[in-house]
Nanobody, 122 residues
Framework: QVQLVESGGGLAHAGGSLSLSCAASGTIFEYETMAWYRQAAGRQRELVARILDDGTTNYADAVKGRFTISRDNAKSTIYLQMNSLRPEDTAVYYC????????????????WGQGTQVTVSS
């Protein structure tokens, strides 16, 4: 069974930093795209960053230049380094394995972690 386990959420002051981790199991991790999403209270869930199996990254405009997504295939783990945090970054952050074509197979299920709360104070 696929499982995504997140860690690293917490409280930071504006301008501070936090680092999130998401450990995957039951996946062909090194072949898979992974992503971070977030959902603030009263807001839609939004894509924060995505990293492909080859290391290519994409970022939401709101976090470009401040957040960095990375992966360690040996540990089947992705990370989100969050710098220059702002109060508007406050949200529940979710790790995602999208559905898609991986290693020549279409994997029709997407998987989500349970989320980790990030709170940034003014």
């Amino acid at each position: 069974q696929v499982q995504l386990v997140e860690s690293g959420g917490g409280l930071a002051h504006a301008g501070g930093s936090l680092s999130l981790s998401c450990a995957a199991s039951g996946t062909i991790f090194e072949y898979e795209t992974m992503a971070w999403y977030r959902q603030a209270a009263g807001r839609q869930r939004e894509l924060v960053a995505r990293i492909l199996d080859d290391g290519t990254t994409n970022y939401a405009d709101a976090v470009k230049g401040r957040f960095t997504i990375s992966r360690d295939n040996a540990k089947s783990t992705i990370y989100l380094q969050m710098n220059s945090l702002r109060p508007e970054d406050t949200a529940v952050y979710y790790c995602q394995r999208p559905k898609g074509y991986y290693a020549g197979k279409y994997l029709a299920l997407e998987y989500w972690g349970q989320g980790t709360q990030v709170t940034v104070s003014s």
